[in-house]
């Protein structure tokens, strides 16, 4: 089975340059093996094997829509900005799992609690203060420390 990979963002960065398809092209060739549980199956066995599995995955899933093909997804410019966005602000954690992310809350909550408690200590001028590993201590002073 082959594959073509095309580089879709030089074009973009340099559009004088006018590169040629090629240039931009590498095409790769995947040798697709059975899965080795499924070593014994013929060809014809296997295709259907792995199309009930596949079935089983979707089915699964839920997927209501129906995947993009490779012409569309291939028609879309990867630089066009979307023209629907969500207007909701993004999480304060990305994860799936309900325990990684009370446990990223609360390191995240350590966390600002120790950078304030050294930023007042700096404000009280006790220039020691140790921030939590990393934190960007503040560096630009727009006024002295000290009067005079």
Known sequence: MSYRFMIRVAPVLAPVL?????????NYTLKLVKLPCHQHLIDFEYRGVIRELTNEALAECDVSKSPVGQKRILAINPHTRPGKTDKSPAPLCHSGCPKKTREFKAAFREFVSDYKAAYQALLNEELTAIFPDGAIPPTAWCVALHPG
């Open 18 to 26: 006018a590169p040629v398809e090629r240039e931009l092209t590498t």
